[in-house]
């Protein structure tokens, strides 16, 4: 039903508001400082000490600056982690840079499939809406970054430094998605006159133009690089002439991406179901994006099992919610934004994915969790904003922050349960692009957190 605000309202509303004398206190403190400053909760400090039962042994920081490339961060920060305890090299650091360029080309590639498997559709409908809006984004899942890795292998950070436009990706995204949109009518164009003869060679040149581009923004890829490194005792290692393959093959051989599954938490869907994001797919018939959907306290657990095995943890969430970043506190009593304004904000985990409040704005890696008497109290998070973030880049984690917060981990099978594994094998509910999922991901790549 309408409803017309009349003035007679609005007189009511000030006179409500101004009859509490505590408002106009707490309005001066709101106004001149900010909602979040005046209402942190300093005994947040005196909860969170920062000392964990189980804890891996990590040392230096990466920062993905002002780019989307935390999912890729963080699980090159997973990889590093287990090379640098196999190998006694806690400080060695993969380039990230190095999978981003496949990734460009790849993501193209994909992108024209879409377009034109899309074509027989008008251009405003949902499904064409999402595809163009994911042109040139950098943001993106764990898989994805798997099958980077799976198919192109990695190189150590040296053999492909950062660039200007890696470290800042917003120049190269906005020429890059510019360039798909505008590719995506000439191909739906082609295939809408059944001019397939044609599509082949146009999409050659598109690919090639992509290529161009990136190589331009990011350089090419190394072929080759030696592998040069002094490992924590200071031992001098050289191996020359290695392939980013070659490299993850024989150091790295012992990790399987198949044997790797994301536990989501998403209770606006059903329980012990395996979903499917086919429009967030990077690499054509290589690892597909699938979530097995389970309540809390399986990714819990699982998390739990895998770092007392001393193997890192991707986890995604929504690190822009109660998050001090320069504390690098995560705790869901930082903000008392209910008590500041007067009013309730609370909404159950379920309610934010259906409304948009809650989503999967970030990825990092859990390197610790503190217990007492089987009681999680606190996680040690690494983050990829660098050492001037948090504690040396490392941020502190309140369980109920965890609970609230956290949509995803990535664990070993071994974790699961017998019947975990089995669903983990499908079949898969496909999600379409504008599910609370989807665009919980979608969202993460246009809007990533830039630090």
Same mark, same amino acid.
């Given at each position: 039903m309408a409803h017309e605000l009349t003035v007679q309202e609005l007189e009511k509303f000030s006179a409500e508001f101004n009859k509490k004398p505590e408002n106009k206190v707490v309005a001066r403190a709101a106004q001149r400082s900010g909602v979040l400053e005046a209402s942190y909760n300093d005994r947040v400090q005196g909860q969170l000490t920062r000392v964990f039962s189980t804890e891996l042994d990590?040392?230096?920081?990466?920062?993905?600056?002002?780019?989307?490339?935390? @999912?890729?961060?963080?699980?090159?920060?997973?990889?590093?982690?287990?090379?640098?305890?196999?190998?006694?090299?806690?400080?060695?650091?993969f380039s990230q840079a190095y999978n981003f360029f496949w990734d460009k080309i790849e993501r193209a590639?994909?992108?024209?499939?879409?377009?034109?498997?899309?074509?027989?559709?008008?251009?405003?409908?949902?499904?064409?809406?999402?595809?163009?809006d994911f042109a040139g984004s950098d943001g993106g899942q764990f898989q994805m970054a798997?099958?980077?890795?799976?198919?192109?292998?990695?190189?150590?950070?040296?053999?492909? #430094?950062?660039?200007?436009?890696?470290?800042?990706?917003?120049?190269?995204?906005?020429?890059? /998605?510019?360039?798909?949109?505008?590719?995506?009518? =000439?191909?739906?164009?082609?295939?809408?006159?059944?001019?397939?003869?044609?599509?082949?060679?146009v999409r050659e040149k598109?690919?090639?133009? =992509? *290529?161009?581009?990136?190589?331009?923004?990011?350089?090419? #890829?190394?072929?080759?690089?030696?592998?040069?490194?002094? !490992?924590? !005792?200071?031992?001098? $290692?050289?191996?020359?002439?290695?392939?980013?393959?070659?490299?993850?093959?024989k150091y790295m051989g012992g990790v399987d991406f198949d044997d790797y599954v994301v536990l989501t938490n998403a209770p606006d869907h059903d329980y012990n179901k395996l979903y499917g994001l086919p429009a967030e797919d990077n690499i054509e018939g290589s690892l597909r994006i699938k979530l097995l959907n389970v309540p809390m306290e399986y990714l819990s657990s699982a998390a739990i099992a895998q770092l007392k095995d001393g193997e890192a943890v991707w986890f995604g969430n929504d690190v822009l919610r109660q998050m001090d970043r320069k504390t690098g506190y995560l705790d869901t009593n930082l903000y008392k934004l209910d008590d500041l304004f007067g009013v309730d904000l609370k909404m159950s985990k379920a309610d934010r994915l259906k409304t /948009?409040?809650?989503?999967?704005? $970030?990825?990092?890696?859990?390197?610790? =969790?503190?217990?007492?008497? /089987?009681?999680?109290?606190? @996680?040690?998070?690494?983050?990829? @904003?660098?050492?001037?973030?948090?504690?040396?880049g490392f941020y502190v984690m309140n369980n109920e922050w965890f609970k609230d917060y956290v *949509?995803?981990?990535?664990?070993?099978?071994? *974790?699961?349960t017998e019947n975990q594994k089995k669903l983990a094998e499908g079949p898969i509910t496909d999600l379409p692009a504008w599910d609370s999922l989807a665009v919980s991901y979608t969202h993460l790549r246009a809007h990533e957190t830039k630090a």
């Open positions: 990590t040392n230096n920081v990466t920062n993905q600056k002002h780019s989307g490339r935390c @999912w890729l961060f963080a699980t090159l920060n997973v990889l590093r982690h287990a090379f640098g305890k196999k190998y006694k090299a806690k400080d060695f650091t590639n994909m992108f024209y499939n879409r377009i034109l498997d899309s074509a027989d559709m008008p251009l405003d409908s949902r499904q064409v809406k999402a595809d163009l798997a099958a980077l890795v799976e198919k192109y292998g990695v190189v150590p950070s040296y053999a492909m #430094p950062e660039t200007f436009n890696t470290n800042d990706t917003t120049g190269f995204a906005t020429a890059l /998605g510019d360039k798909l949109k505008k590719d995506a009518l =000439v191909l739906r164009h082609l295939k809408q006159y059944g001019k397939d003869d044609e599509i082949k060679k598109f690919l090639s133009e =992509v *290529y161009q581009m990136t190589a331009i923004a990011v350089g090419e #890829p190394p072929k080759t690089f030696d592998l040069e490194y002094r !490992d924590d !005792d200071k031992k001098y $290692h050289l191996e020359k002439n290695l392939t980013p393959l070659e490299f993850l093959h /948009g409040v809650g989503q999967v704005s $970030h990825a990092m890696t859990l390197v610790g =969790v503190d217990e007492d008497n /089987g009681e999680v109290r606190q @996680w040690k998070v690494e983050n990829s @904003w660098g050492d001037k973030s948090g504690v040396k *949509y995803e981990v990535v664990v070993h099978k071994k *974790y699961l």
